[in-house]
């Protein structure tokens, strides 16, 4: 399933940042509730066993270090199979974690490459085709509002580039 050209797959029904509740245990930031199911397939496998049942929070704070919290169970950024896109230090930074596609990518697509539409950029980049976001992004939720803003920010500085050359 493409979720660029679909995006009535089930990853894609709400895909705002939401649900904010409960404050990290470390910095006090707001948190946003991510589902059981994302955060096992998130977390390194030697802390698997300590994820249990219940949902949790993502800190949301770019500065934090912690991923996921739910009371004072907490899972660092270094517990975790990949790096927020959220967090100031993430390396690389996805804007689609299912193509592994960064923000980079996105630019060269439309700065280097030509693409003018957003489906353009998830053909020449391959974001946006898999659609497996609950267990490879690390809200659980769909990229494509990431994708979209990436893809905005490149056609900005793309015009801007042209208006100087002009």
Not at 13 to 25: G, R
Not at 59 to 75: A, L, M, R, S
Not at 99 to 116: C, N, R, S
Request: glycine share 6%; aromatic share 10%.
């Amino acid at each position: 399933m493409n979720c660029c050209t679909n995006l009535s797959c089930s990853c894609c029904e709400s895909t705002s940042i939401e649900h904010f509740s409960q404050v990290c245990p470390i910095c006090k930031h707001q948190g946003m509730l991510v589902k059981n199911f994302t955060v096992k397939h998130i977390v390194l496998d030697e802390y698997l066993s300590q994820v249990g049942n219940e949902d949790y929070f993502l800190c949301t704070n770019p500065e934090c270090d912690v991923g996921y919290y739910k009371g004072e169970n907490v899972f660092y950024k270094y517990q975790l199979k990949v790096p927020i896109w959220l967090k100031k230090d993430a390396n690389p930074k996805y804007v689609c974690y299912c193509g592994k596609v960064t923000e980079e990518d996105i630019m060269d697509a439309v700065l280097k490459k030509g693409a003018e539409t957003f489906s353009e950029v998830c053909k020449i980049t391959g974001a946006m085709k898999d659609c497996k976001c609950e267990i490879n992004n690390p809200t659980g939720k769909c990229c494509v509002d990431i994708v979209k803003e990436a893809f905005e920010k490149a056609m900005i500085i793309g015009k801007e580039t042209k208006d100087c050359l002009s």
